[in-house]
């Protein structure tokens, strides 16, 4: 009896930046013999026994992939000819991956040769290819079943080294209330300078108002010292008047003086008796003449005098009419000042207030415009941050992307080399 001898050559696939260090499982072996021993085939960890009637084949399949702990397949088979054995071995290396990889595989076979092997059986060589096929295919199931599993483990193994999504939910409401807070703050300040422009309107029209009651003031003040002019005037003539009254009295006194002084003169001639005849013209009476010549002069004096009264009466009830008026005049003009006087004090003090109020709202609305000036350069540095978060996280998915990019590529590649098993199996079958 010939042993087998397997003659092994390793090809070496490495994509990582250091090499996963993971437990492998051999996946199975193979022992064949000739004559009427059989074969016993190693497939996983269970034996499977193939009698043969006068020859023995033997061959192995072995694959290994480990991931974490490690995953391993082994397939086995034998055949029996007539005169010779042949033995042939195809093993699989193992693969091991954790964040870098490195993955190696191995392809060995080996021949030999048993003599005293028949081939007149067909019957009993079909049955035997029968079987083989069966657990070919059972083993193929198992291989799927095996790289099934081993993709999920992949995709789970992925998914776990993909970082999560960060949720800018939080973030985003945040900004969203900043802004309505910065738009209500744009709208109350547009109201604050709004309320501004009205109380410079306000307070514009109040200095025109004050400017014209003071132009109104300066007229009743000139108004007034014209009527205490016209009342020194008045007092001024009716001196005047007092002194013509004087004068005229003055006058009458002189002429009564006169009067009673002719009187006594015409009387006293009067009372000398001087009897002379003469042949003369008559006389008029000097007594009729001097009451007609008295008379006369009282006439006129006395209608002098009574000129001269209702004059100066006139006179006296228009310069008491006029200081009563002119001094209704200025009781209405002080009161009209006082009221006026009252009312700029008012507008004053209203005015005041209004710039006060105008230097608080402005001061509020600067400590406002810094305060949210203030927010909203700390929001645009967390916004910074976050943006450089993202790049960064970007960065990271893209160099997620091309490590599972190589992990699919390293996948392509062992499904090419399980499809090349599976075709130099099937040459070695069609070859025997």
């Known amino acids: 009896m010939q042993r087998t001898s397997f003659a092994s050559r390793s090809l070496c696939l490495?994509?990582?930046?250091?090499?996963?260090?993971?437990?492998?499982?051999?996946?199975?072996?193979?022992?064949?013999?000739?004559?009427?021993?059989?074969?016993?085939?190693?497939?996983?960890?269970q034996p499977l026994l193939?009698?043969?009637?006068?020859?023995g084949f033997s061959g192995g399949f072995s694959s290994g992939l480990g991931l974490g702990s490690g995953l391993g397949v082994g397939l086995g088979s034998g055949i029996g000819a007539s005169s010779a054995a042949v033995g042939g071995g195809i093993g699989g290396a193992w693969f091991g991956g954790d964040a870098a990889y490195k993955g190696c595989s191995g392809f060995g076979g080996g021949g030999g040769e048993a003599a005293n092997l028949s081939l007149n059986n067909e019957k009993f060589t079909m049955r035997i290819l029968n079987e083989r096929l069966a657990s070919y295919l059972k083993n193929v199931h198992y291989l799927e079943t095996a790289n099934a599993e081993l993709e999920l483990k992949i995709s789970q193994f992925v998914d776990s080294r993909t970082p999560t999504e960060r949720d800018y939910s939080g973030s985003l409401s945040t900004i969203k209330e900043l802004h309505a807070n910065i738009l209500h703050a744009i709208q109350f300040n547009g109201e604050v300078h709004h309320t501004l422009d009205n109380d410079t309107l306000a307070a514009d029209d109040f200095r025109i108002k004050y400017k014209n009651e003071l132009a109104m003031r300066q007229t009743f003040e000139a108004d007034i010292a014209g009527l205490k002019r016209l009342q020194d005037d008045i007092?001024?003539?009716?001196?005047?008047?007092?002194?013509?009254?004087?004068?005229?009295?003055?006058?009458?006194?002189?002429?009564?003086?006169?009067?009673?002084?002719?009187?006594?003169a015409t009387r006293s001639q009067m009372s000398g008796q001087i009897n002379v005849e003469v042949?003369?013209?008559?006389?008029?009476?000097?007594?009729?003449?001097l009451e007609d010549i008295?008379?006369?002069?009282?006439?006129?004096?006395?209608?002098?005098?009574?000129?001269?009264e209702g004059w100066f009466e006139g006179k006296l009830e228009t310069l008491k009419r006029e200081p009563a008026?002119?001094?209704q005049t200025t009781e209405t003009s002080e009161t009209e000042m006082n009221m006026e006087k009252t009312t700029v004090q008012g507008l004053h003090l209203q005015l005041q207030s209004f710039l006060a109020v105008n230097a608080s709202l402005e001061e509020k609305l600067s400590e406002t415009q810094n305060f949210y000036a203030a927010q909203m350069s700390g929001y645009q540095l967390q916004v910074t941050n976050l943006e450089e978060q993202l790049l960064q996280l970007r960065a990271d998915l893209e160099h997620q992307g091309h490590d599972y990019q190589l992990l699919l590529d390293i996948k392509t590649r062992l499904e090419l080399e399980i499809a090349e098993y599976r075709r130099l199996l099937d040459v070695g079958v069609s070859r025997r």
């Open 294 to 308: 008295r008379y006369y002069y009282e006439t006129v004096a006395l209608k002098n005098r009574r000129e001269l």
């Open 279 to 289: 042949d003369a013209a008559p006389q008029q009476d000097l007594t009729s003449v």
């Open 235 to 264: 007092y001024l003539s009716i001196k005047e008047l007092m002194l013509q009254i004087d004068t005229l009295d003055e006058e009458k006194f002189y002429l009564k003086k006169i009067y009673h002084e002719e009187m006594v």
């Open 14 to 45: 490495s994509g990582g930046r250091e090499r996963i260090r993971g437990s492998s499982i051999q996946a199975g072996g193979v022992h064949g013999g000739a004559g009427g021993s059989g074969v016993r085939i190693f497939y996983s960890s």
């Open 50 to 55: 193939v009698g043969a009637y006068r020859g």
């Open 325 to 327: 008026i002119s001094t």
